[in-house]
Protein backbone atom coordinates (compact mmCIF):
# COMPACT_ATOMS: atom_id res chain seq x y z
CA UNK A 1 0.00 0.00 0.00
CA UNK A 2 1.09 3.56 -0.76
CA UNK A 3 0.30 6.30 1.43
CA UNK A 4 1.57 9.99 0.97
CA UNK A 5 0.24 12.30 2.95
CA UNK A 6 0.33 15.91 1.05
CA UNK A 7 2.91 19.14 1.79
CA UNK A 8 2.02 21.09 4.86
CA UNK A 9 2.07 24.61 6.38
CA UNK A 10 2.71 24.65 10.03
CA UNK A 11 -0.12 25.33 12.27
CA UNK A 12 0.04 28.59 14.08
CA UNK A 13 0.73 28.37 17.71
CA UNK A 14 -1.72 30.45 20.04
CA UNK A 15 0.33 33.44 20.60
CA UNK A 16 0.44 34.79 24.17
CA UNK A 17 -2.65 37.73 23.49
CA UNK A 18 -4.87 34.86 21.33
CA UNK A 19 -8.75 34.98 21.58
CA UNK A 20 -9.69 31.71 23.20
CA UNK A 21 -13.36 30.92 22.05
CA UNK A 22 -15.16 28.68 24.46
CA UNK A 23 -17.08 26.05 22.06
CA UNK A 24 -19.32 23.09 22.20
CA UNK A 25 -17.32 20.18 21.43
CA UNK A 26 -20.48 18.89 19.34
CA UNK A 27 -20.66 21.65 17.12
CA UNK A 28 -17.09 21.05 15.75
CA UNK A 29 -16.58 19.60 12.29
CA UNK A 30 -13.15 17.42 12.14
CA UNK A 31 -10.42 17.19 9.33
CA UNK A 32 -9.53 13.52 9.22
CA UNK A 33 -11.17 10.58 9.00
CA UNK A 34 -10.25 8.22 11.96
CA UNK A 35 -8.69 8.57 15.20
CA UNK A 36 -6.88 5.75 16.78
CA UNK A 37 -8.90 4.60 19.57
CA UNK A 38 -6.02 3.19 21.81
CA UNK A 39 -5.50 7.34 22.91
CA UNK A 40 -8.91 8.11 22.93
CA UNK A 41 -9.52 5.41 25.50
CA UNK A 42 -6.66 6.58 27.27
CA UNK A 43 -7.49 10.02 27.54
CA UNK A 44 -11.15 9.48 28.23
CA UNK A 45 -9.77 7.50 31.49
CA UNK A 46 -7.81 10.88 32.53
CA UNK A 47 -11.24 12.99 32.11
CA UNK A 48 -13.19 10.68 33.51
CA UNK A 49 -11.52 10.95 37.14
CA UNK A 50 -11.67 14.95 36.93
CA UNK A 51 -14.04 17.43 37.73
CA UNK A 52 -15.99 19.35 34.99
CA UNK A 53 -13.75 22.40 36.50
CA UNK A 54 -10.97 20.52 36.43
CA UNK A 55 -11.22 19.76 32.80
CA UNK A 56 -11.87 23.17 31.54
CA UNK A 57 -8.74 24.34 33.38
CA UNK A 58 -6.66 21.23 31.21
CA UNK A 59 -8.44 22.25 28.39
CA UNK A 60 -7.69 25.99 28.62
CA UNK A 61 -3.97 25.40 28.67
CA UNK A 62 -4.35 23.15 25.35
CA UNK A 63 -7.19 24.87 23.11
CA UNK A 64 -7.92 23.59 19.63
CA UNK A 65 -6.91 25.29 16.02
CA UNK A 66 -10.17 26.43 14.74
CA UNK A 67 -10.94 27.44 11.05
CA UNK A 68 -14.18 29.46 10.85
CA UNK A 69 -16.32 29.31 7.57
CA UNK A 70 -18.32 31.58 6.03
CA UNK A 71 -21.68 30.71 8.08
CA UNK A 72 -19.68 30.57 11.14
CA UNK A 73 -19.01 27.07 11.23
CA UNK A 74 -15.94 25.76 12.75
CA UNK A 75 -13.66 22.97 12.07
CA UNK A 76 -10.81 21.58 14.22
CA UNK A 77 -7.39 20.66 13.09
CA UNK A 78 -5.97 18.77 16.00
CA UNK A 79 -7.26 17.52 19.71
CA UNK A 80 -9.47 15.21 17.97
CA UNK A 81 -8.43 12.26 20.29
CA UNK A 82 -8.77 14.29 23.20
CA UNK A 83 -12.10 16.01 22.52
CA UNK A 84 -13.57 12.88 20.97
CA UNK A 85 -12.71 10.98 24.58
CA UNK A 86 -14.58 13.47 26.40
CA UNK A 87 -17.56 14.27 24.38
CA UNK A 88 -18.08 10.56 25.01
CA UNK A 89 -18.08 10.98 28.24
CA UNK A 90 -20.39 14.17 28.86
CA UNK A 91 -21.90 15.18 25.18
CA UNK A 92 -22.44 18.73 25.96
CA UNK A 93 -19.15 19.62 27.07
CA UNK A 94 -17.25 22.91 26.49
CA UNK A 95 -13.38 23.29 25.43
CA UNK A 96 -11.45 26.12 24.44
CA UNK A 97 -10.09 27.16 20.79
CA UNK A 98 -8.66 29.80 19.04
CA UNK A 99 -8.84 30.66 14.96
CA UNK A 100 -5.57 30.08 12.64
CA UNK A 101 -7.84 30.58 10.04
CA UNK A 102 -11.34 33.50 9.14
CA UNK A 103 -12.80 32.62 6.27
CA UNK A 104 -15.76 34.57 6.22
CA UNK A 105 -18.31 34.40 3.23
CA UNK A 106 -16.72 30.91 2.16
CA UNK A 107 -19.05 28.48 1.73
CA UNK A 108 -18.40 24.61 3.47
CA UNK A 109 -16.60 23.92 -0.05
CA UNK A 110 -14.13 26.62 -0.20
CA UNK A 111 -12.88 26.03 3.61
CA UNK A 112 -12.58 22.64 3.06
CA UNK A 113 -10.78 23.14 -0.99
CA UNK A 114 -8.24 25.92 1.23
CA UNK A 115 -7.60 23.42 4.05
CA UNK A 116 -6.96 20.62 1.88
CA UNK A 117 -4.30 22.95 -0.16
CA UNK A 118 -2.84 23.72 3.26
CA UNK A 119 -2.30 20.33 4.16
CA UNK A 120 -4.97 20.31 6.88
CA UNK A 121 -6.86 17.57 6.14
CA UNK A 122 -6.32 13.91 6.84
CA UNK A 123 -8.14 12.44 4.02
CA UNK A 124 -7.50 8.77 4.59
CA UNK A 125 -9.64 5.93 6.45
CA UNK A 126 -9.35 3.85 9.18
CA UNK A 127 -7.72 1.57 6.70
CA UNK A 128 -5.55 3.71 4.94
CA UNK A 129 -7.46 3.87 1.86
CA UNK A 130 -7.51 7.22 0.10
CA UNK A 131 -7.04 9.85 -0.16
CA UNK A 132 -10.72 9.94 -0.09
CA UNK A 133 -13.05 13.65 -1.74
CA UNK A 134 -13.19 16.04 1.54
CA UNK A 135 -16.89 15.87 1.19
CA UNK A 136 -16.09 12.63 2.85
CA UNK A 137 -15.19 14.21 6.63
CA UNK A 138 -17.45 13.08 9.32
CA UNK A 139 -19.42 15.64 10.04
CA UNK A 140 -19.23 14.66 14.00
CA UNK A 141 -16.49 13.45 16.58
CA UNK A 142 -18.29 10.35 17.25
CA UNK A 143 -18.31 8.96 13.55
CA UNK A 144 -14.64 8.78 13.51
CA UNK A 145 -13.26 5.63 12.27
CA UNK A 146 -10.73 3.78 14.23
CA UNK A 147 -7.20 3.39 12.68
CA UNK A 148 -5.03 0.67 14.40
CA UNK A 149 -1.62 1.98 13.10
CA UNK A 150 -2.47 5.64 14.62
CA UNK A 151 -2.90 3.88 17.98
CA UNK A 152 0.52 2.28 17.30
CA UNK A 153 1.88 5.42 16.87
CA UNK A 154 0.33 7.35 19.99
CA UNK A 155 1.69 4.02 22.11
CA UNK A 156 5.60 4.77 20.69
CA UNK A 157 5.18 8.29 21.52
CA UNK A 158 3.65 7.76 24.80
CA UNK A 159 6.76 5.56 25.56
CA UNK A 160 9.23 8.05 24.15
CA UNK A 161 10.40 6.47 21.34
CA UNK A 162 9.17 9.49 18.94
CA UNK A 163 9.65 13.54 19.84
CA UNK A 164 6.06 15.36 19.63
CA UNK A 165 5.94 17.85 16.99
CA UNK A 166 2.42 19.37 17.58
CA UNK A 167 3.08 22.45 14.76
CA UNK A 168 2.97 19.36 12.31
CA UNK A 169 -0.43 18.82 11.12
CA UNK A 170 -1.32 14.69 11.12
CA UNK A 171 2.02 14.15 12.46
CA UNK A 172 1.17 11.13 13.86
CA UNK A 173 -0.72 9.60 10.83
CA UNK A 174 2.19 10.57 8.77
CA UNK A 175 4.52 8.41 10.93
CA UNK A 176 1.25 5.91 10.46
CA UNK A 177 1.69 5.77 7.22
CA UNK A 178 5.04 5.21 6.93
CA UNK A 179 4.83 2.07 9.34
CA UNK A 180 2.14 1.11 7.22
CA UNK A 181 4.34 0.13 4.94
CA UNK A 182 6.32 -2.17 6.70
CA UNK A 183 6.02 -5.39 7.66
CA UNK A 184 4.24 -5.69 11.12
CA UNK A 185 2.25 -8.41 13.18
CA UNK A 186 -1.52 -8.51 12.64
CA UNK A 187 -2.70 -6.30 15.49
CA UNK A 188 -5.39 -3.99 16.52
CA UNK A 189 -6.35 -0.63 18.88
CA UNK A 190 -7.58 -3.17 21.63
CA UNK A 191 -3.85 -4.76 21.40
CA UNK A 192 -1.10 -3.37 20.02
CA UNK A 193 1.29 -5.90 21.78
CA UNK A 194 1.92 -8.05 18.94
CA UNK A 195 3.55 -5.54 16.91
CA UNK A 196 5.17 -3.41 19.55
CA UNK A 197 8.47 -4.94 19.78
CA UNK A 198 8.66 -4.60 15.55
CA UNK A 199 7.31 -1.09 15.75
CA UNK A 200 10.12 0.09 18.55
CA UNK A 201 12.96 -1.12 16.06
CA UNK A 202 11.41 0.12 12.65
CA UNK A 203 10.99 3.79 14.13
CA UNK A 204 14.48 4.29 15.71
CA UNK A 205 16.04 2.90 12.55
CA UNK A 206 17.65 5.04 10.32
CA UNK A 207 14.67 4.24 7.41
CA UNK A 208 12.74 6.67 9.66
CA UNK A 209 15.29 9.74 10.27
CA UNK A 210 13.55 11.79 7.55
CA UNK A 211 10.65 11.71 9.86
CA UNK A 212 9.94 14.65 12.20
CA UNK A 213 10.64 13.85 15.40
CA UNK A 214 12.55 11.04 14.83
CA UNK A 215 14.77 10.16 17.73
CA UNK A 216 17.18 7.19 16.75
Known amino acids: ?121 YLYDGRGHGPLAPAALPQRLPDLQDDPYRSLVWRLKKEGMIDPAPLIPFHEFRWGAWLRRRPLPPFSSSNLAPALAAARSLVRSGSASHLAGWKG
Open 1 to 121: MSLHLPPYRPLPPPGPRAELLNVAIADLQPTQMCVGLAEVRSRQQDFSQETAEQRLRYLRGKPVPLVRGGAGELWMVDRHHRLRGLIEIDPAALAYGYLVLDLPGAPPEAVLAELQERGWL
